[in-house]
């Protein structure tokens, strides 16, 4: 064992692999111990008694433990190289004053090893192979089972879990806070305002948040276009005379009969007096200012509140906002105090032409006129675009509210924002008189059918007494059910974490709001969302908490109606004004049809979700031109959508590139 054994040439032969480097073992220099019963070899060097001999050879075996063909592992020296696996000679190692041997007849036992290497190595590659087959026929079965990604994120969507657990004031809300009433109690109110301010409520960001739900349309061609040229008609100061007003309605319509009304009395070349606002219809507020109320008598037992118009409006603002363009007086001056005003009811929907060859004679010669409607008094379509802009200053700039309401509606939508949370604003017009009105009664019982048209028999100016509720529903008549418009958000794509402002009274029926409070738990409204000192100044003040949920719908995200009525008209418009701001016009007609489907198992839920995400597709408040109708009364409002009019294309565009109306 003690021989070199050389290769043919006589040269002894090093590992030559490109991996070797460093000590082929873990060993440091070999040595034997002198005297201690070993064997003593040498090769040519003297013997050391007690020392080692530098020369001293170890055979190692390529097969052996220490091999690194064996794949054992070496570490404590650096040592990270393998002999070459196609070795077909004696093959020398010497590790620092030793040589390592190999004998010929290790040869075949190298070759054999190597011919295993290489097998293992075609069946692993016939293994992956395998894997990736596998793996593509799965893929295959998928595609073929539940169709490509999109088909699969919008099933993965439309299946969420939408159950909840129920907070206890939304419990609450589905009793009494849906109502422009005051809450008495405060520990609900203080419990989600924590949990809002704290970021409990919907904390996490959903998945929606980055997705397309929340973009508004397009939009980027148009701005407003309602300011005074820089040079204009100086206001003439002499006047034909003053207009008093009741405007009459809701607080919506009262605010459309104002806006009206400024643009008459410039059209007439009158003074209008600050406005009194209606408390005899339906709709009114029937609270009473409680600071420097101011009344005068007036013929008939009219009796006119000038001050209430100050209990919404900042109305200072309103007189400053208009002085370049029409006098506006807080009262009548004392010269015309003593004057029986002339009352006039103007006809619907008119244009400048009545007012200037009926109206005007008779406030020439009776100097003041009083209107008892203010009301749709001018057409939608076909006036001059100064009165047509006029109109607009008076509603997007004039008619401001009152610092109260302002701040406070501020002040609830930095709460719903809390944690950068996007939010919608939602008129669920499901109250008992609107039901009542329309005759729709849809999934009610049928004690609830009867009193709502026990109650419409009650309201004499209500002309329509006996209606087809079902039929109504079908043509797209009804305002949607608390279940259809949760139905409608999850086919919309909005997740159940979607934080929603309630801009509503109370909803209708016994347990009529269950359904969507399941699925959408983040439901709020200004009585959750303030404290109860915060809405004392609003207590048994409708029309302020009206104007409440004004400022908040405006600045929501997305802005949802059920019902096209006045507070829709209002704040869709004003949205459209404000840069065309998101809000979703419910194809109601189409849209009860996939649910009574869905309901009948005619259709599965990812074809609803599509169809809804289709048919709403064009109707999310993009730029349209509005156009006249036949009748008046069925054209679109003029201020639920001041294009044209208030709002210009600023490129040369032709306007048949605007959005297709829906």
Same mark, same amino acid.
């Given at each position: 064992m003690g021989f070199h054994q050389n290769a043919s040439d006589g040269v002894s032969q090093r590992v030559n692999s490109p991996r070797f480097?460093? +000590?082929?073992?873990?060993?440091?220099?070999?040595?034997?111990?002198? &005297?201690?019963?070993?064997?003593?070899?040498? &090769?040519?060097?003297? =013997?050391? #008694?007690?020392?080692?001999?530098?020369?001293?050879?170890?055979?190692?075996?390529?097969?052996? +433990?220490?091999?690194? %063909?064996?794949?054992?592992p070496v570490s404590g020296d650096g040592f990270d190289?393998?002999? /070459?696996?196609?070795? #077909?000679?004696?093959?020398?190692?010497?590790?620092?004053?030793?040589?390592?041997?190999?004998?010929?007849? =290790?040869?075949? *036992?190298?070759? $054999?090893?190597?011919?295993?290497?290489?097998e293992r190595k075609k069946l692993g590659h016939w293994m992956f192979f395998l894997f990736c087959g596998v793996c593509l026929f799965l893929g295959v079965l998928k595609i073929c089972a539940t169709g490509w990604f999109g088909s699969a994120i919008d099933r993965i969507g439309s299946n969420q879990d939408f159950s909840y657990p129920h907070n206890t004031h939304l419990n609450e809300m589905d009793k009494s806070s849906h109502d422009y009433g005051y809450r008495e109690e405060g520990n609900d109110v203080e419990r989600t305002l924590m949990m809002v301010a704290s970021g409990v409520v919907n904390s996490q960001k959903s998945m929606a948040e980055n997705s397309d739900i929340w973009s508004k349309p397009n939009s980027e061609n148009f701005t407003q276009c309602i300011d005074q040229p820089r040079i204009h008609k100086k206001l003439d100061s002499r006047t034909n005379g003053y207009i008093l007003i009741n405007a009459n309605g809701g607080l919506n319509q009262m605010r459309f009969g104002i806006c009206d009304m400024v643009a008459i009395a410039k059209v007439m070349k009158a003074t209008l007096v600050l406005p009194s606002l209606d408390h005899t219809s339906y709709w009114a507020d029937d609270s009473v200012s409680l600071l420097m109320l101011v009344t005068r008598p007036l013929p008939s037992g009219i009796l006119l509140d000038f001050v209430d118009f100050k209990d919404l409006f900042d109305w200072q603002h309103f007189i400053e906002a208009l002085k370049d363009v029409v006098h506006i007086v807080e009262t009548l001056p004392p010269d015309y105090a003593g004057i029986e005003p002339f009352t006039k009811t103007p006809i619907s929907w008119s244009k400048v032409s009545y007012y200037k060859t009926e109206i005007v004679p008779l406030l020439k010669q009776y100097k003041v006129i009083y209107f008892t409607h203010t009301d749709s008094r001018l057409a939608n379509n076909g006036?001059?675009? #100064? %009165?047509? =802009?006029?109109?607009?200053? $008076?509603?997007?700039?004039?008619?401001?509210?009152? #610092?109260?309401?302002?701040?406070?509606?501020?002040?609830?939508?930095?709460?719903?924002? /809390?944690?950068?949370?996007?939010?919608?604003?939602l008129h669920l017009r499901y109250e008992k008189d609107m039901l009542s009105f329309t005759g729709c009664s849809h999934n009610l019982t049928a004690e609830e059918d009867e009193e709502l048209r026990t109650m419409r028999y009650e309201v004499s100016h209500w002309k329509e007494k006996e209606i087809n509720g079902t039929e109504r529903r079908?043509?797209?008549?009804?305002?949607?059910?608390?279940?259809?418009?949760?139905?409608?958000?999850? *086919?919309?794509?909005?997740?159940?974490?979607?934080?929603?402002?309630?801009?509503?009274?109370?909803?209708? *029926?016994n347990g009529s709001m269950q359904y969507l409070m399941n699925d959408y738990p983040n439901i709020f409204s200004h009585s959750t969302l303030s404290t109860e /000192? /915060?809405?004392? +100044?609003?207590?048994?003040?409708?029309?302020?908490?009206? *104007?409440?949920?004004? $400022?908040?719908?405006?600045?929501?995200?997305?802005?949802?109606?059920?019902?096209?009525?006045?507070?829709?008209?209002? $704040?869709q418009g004003h949205r459209r004004f404000e840069n065309f701001k998101k809000t979703i016009n419910p194809d109601k007609m189409n849209f009860v049809k996939l649910v009574d489907d869905l309901d009948a198992g005619k259709i599965t839920w990812k074809k609803f979700s599509s169809k809804v995400k289709k048919l709403h597709k064009d109707r999310v408040g993009a730029p349209y031109l509005r156009e006249a109708g036949e009748f008046p009364k069925l054209e679109e409002s003029f201020y639920s959508n001041p294009l044209p009019g208030c709002i210009c294309e600023t490129t040369t565009t032709t306007t048949t590139t605007i959005m297709e109306k829906r």
């Open positions: 480097s460093g +000590p082929m073992t873990r060993r440091a220099h070999s040595f034997k111990r002198g &005297n201690a019963g070993g064997n003593s070899h040498s &090769n040519g060097g003297g =013997k050391g #008694t007690g020392g080692f001999d530098p020369h001293y050879e170890i055979d190692v075996h390529l097969n052996s +433990p220490r091999s690194e %063909i064996c794949g054992s190289g393998i002999l /070459e696996r196609k070795q #077909t000679q004696q093959v020398n190692q010497r590790f620092h004053g030793g040589v390592v041997k190999n004998q010929s007849k =290790k040869h075949i *036992g190298s070759s $054999v090893l190597d011919l295993g290497l290489r006036l001059p675009p #100064t %009165i047509q =802009k006029l109109r607009c200053r $008076v509603n997007y700039q004039a008619l401001k509210y009152s #610092t109260l309401i302002e701040e406070l509606g501020n002040t609830l939508v930095s709460r719903m924002r /809390e944690g950068g949370n996007h939010y919608i604003a079908l043509l797209g008549g009804c305002p949607l059910t608390p279940r259809e418009t949760s139905l409608l958000l999850k *086919g919309l794509g909005f997740p159940s974490s979607t934080r929603i402002y309630l801009v509503a009274g109370e909803a209708y *029926g /000192e /915060e809405l004392r +100044p609003f207590k048994n003040h409708q029309n302020r908490l009206a *104007g409440l949920d004004y $400022v908040v719908a405006l600045q929501s995200d997305m802005f949802l109606y059920t019902f096209d009525g006045n507070m829709a008209k209002a $704040v």
